[in-house]
């Protein structure tokens, strides 16, 4: 099936530095997503990507759809300890109406202060 | 407006039991899913409901896990019997028709001994 890759799987980091991670696939996505699990919670949308090429930023968060359509990254700046939690790509099919969503394995990020 | 619930949270049972698993969707969102995340892997997708009906249902692992949503309302999901392989954090999501952003509950937490 529709695999994500995500990378990297952790992240050990020191409060205010900058942090990247990404996604790739074999597969066309129309859509891609970023989510935020903090623990015990479920998945929370960070930033939904709808076009090839586009860049969108909420915050210190911002994040870009490929422009093959089959990679996305997501950079934080200034890292702070709320920033700590799992994170999430995911993707939604080009030909996939039904709506489901393919997630990577998830970036494990800790921030120390 | 009161997010996606979960219950229970977490639910802890011994191998060859059976165990229900319910989500309440937000009010009025048609669509329906449920995903799974297995031991620190990807989260993936179960089945997707639209109202009452089953639109997709190709990551259901096996027949051992029924999903019904009876009224279009609130969905259950049960696991019988269960075995160990199937523990994990079972995540619901809804979202209304035509809108991507899939909105998840806390998850369910089911450890089968």
């Known amino acids: 099936g529709q695999q994500l890759n995500q990378s990297p799987q952790s992240m050990f980091i020191q409060e205010g530095e900058d942090v990247s991670m990404n996604c790739t696939s074999s597969?066309?996505?129309?859509?891609w997503l970023w989510y935020k699990q903090d623990p015990g919670e479920g998945p929370v949308l960070l930033i939904a990507l709808y076009k090839a090429g586009e860049l969108t930023s909420n915050g210190r968060l911002t994040a870009q759809f490929g422009t093959t359509r089959k990679d996305s990254f997501l950079n934080i700046s200034a890292s702070i300890p709320s920033d700590v939690g799992i994170y999430f790509c995911?993707?939604?099919?080009?030909?996939?109406?039904?709506?489901?969503?393919?997630f990577g394995q998830g970036t494990e990020l800790s921030v120390k202060p | 407006e009161a997010g996606v619930t979960q219950f229970p949270s977490h639910s802890v049972i011994e191998k060859g039991q059976t165990v229900t698993l319910r989500c309440d969707p937000i009010?009025?969102?048609?669509?329906l899913y449920w995903y799974r995340r297995v031991m620190g892997k990807e989260i993936k997708f179960l089945l997707h409901f639209v109202k009452e009906s089953k639109q997709d249902e190709s990551g259901m692992p096996n027949n051992r896990f029924l999903a019904e949503r009876t009224g279009g309302t609130y969905s259950t999901l049960k696991v019988q019997p269960a075995e160990l392989e199937d523990s994990g954090v079972y995540f619901c999501?809804?979202?209304?028709?035509?809108?991507?952003?899939?909105?998840f509950g806390p998850g369910t937490r089911l450890l089968v001994l």
């Open positions: 009010s009025g969102h048609d669509n």
């Open positions: 999501a809804s979202t209304r028709t035509g809108v991507k952003t899939q909105y």
């Open positions: 995911a993707g939604q099919l080009r030909y996939n109406q039904g709506g489901k969503l393919i």
């Open positions: 597969s066309i996505f129309n859509t």
